[in-house]
């Protein structure tokens, strides 16, 4: 297992004073296991933008390399060239380019229709000032036509200009080596890091999934409805089953992890301890 690897954790951005405060601690509990960044989501059509600019600042100003998400349907050219100035003047170095959703109720996507046009935009207008991160969806993108059409989409945002890139999260490590190899066959070399979601409650994580299109394996669907509202149990076998996925990964040749954290920090430090990080 490489020495170098790429780890990060992800924050979505408070909403309240109580959640800055509970996010800042949560900082200071991930920071010893020195991540590379910690990236910071972005709300539908923007809809947290000052949020995220406040957490990613908070994160900067603490000493840590932030890593804004940016999404750009629903957006103007005008308002992602004021953000990325706002950035480069933070300097922050990481920006994770993403297409995002359109808020409800919002009928036109804007000047923007997909990612590989935002990840051009900011080549275009900022040089090799960002390191710029896009998605990739090992079990594909729930709108994608086709797993090829999903593939050839994530190729143009490599040709636009992405440096690397993290995965949706997952519970299959082979449908992550699959993509990967499909990758490569298309002569695609930039590190794919995988998303990791620690388990913790299962309601939460079939939401987020069904919304997302990340699928759960019916073995570990079934034994997590087995538990009921034992939550002890759940986040055990949880806890089992993410840290054998990881261990499957890295030991498989992934550049690194990447968690999402939901803003907490005991099941990523669980994990790591477990993986012998």
Not at 180 to 193: D, F, M, S
Not at 223 to 230: A, H, M, N, P, Q
Request: net charge neutral; glycine share 8%.
């Amino acid at each position: 297992m490489s020495k170098n690897l790429s780890i990060s954790f992800e924050f979505f951005p408070p909403q309240t004073a109580e959640g800055v405060e509970k996010l800042n601690n949560t900082r200071k509990q991930l920071a010893p296991l020195k991540p590379e960044f910690f990236s910071v989501t972005f709300g539908a059509g923007g809809s947290t933008r000052d949020r995220t600019l406040e957490t990613v600042t908070q994160i900067q100003n603490d000493g840590y390399a932030a890593a804004p998400h940016l999404s750009c349907v629903g957006s103007t050219k005008e308002n992602i060239r004021a953000i990325l100035q706002t950035y480069k003047n933070l300097g922050i170095k990481r920006i994770v380019a993403l297409r995002g959703d359109l808020p409800s109720g919002m009928a036109t996507t804007g000047e923007f229709q997909y990612a590989n046009e935002l990840v051009s935009f900011i080549r275009a207008e900022t040089g090799n000032h960002f390191h710029i991160e896009a998605a990739a969806y090992p079990e594909f993108h729930p709108q994608a036509k086709s797993p090829r059409d999903d593939l050839l989409n994530f190729e143009r945002k490599v040709k636009a200009g992405a440096d690397s890139a993290i995965t949706q999260y997952f519970y299959n490590a082979d449908s992550y080596f699959y993509f990967v190899e499909q990758c490569h066959k298309l002569g695609i070399t930039i590190p794919i890091v995988p998303g990791i979601m620690p388990i913790g409650k299962f309601s939460q994580l079939a939401r987020f999934s069904d919304a997302c299109g990340a699928e759960i394996p019916r073995w570990i669907r079934k034994t997590l409805e087995s538990y009921g509202d034992d939550t002890a149990s759940i986040q055990s076998f949880g806890m089992d089953v993410v840290t054998k996925l990881a261990e499957r990964l890295l030991q498989g040749g992934a550049p690194g992890l990447h968690f999402y954290t939901l803003n907490q920090s005991a099941p990523s430090i669980a994990i790591w301890k477990k993986l012998g990080l």
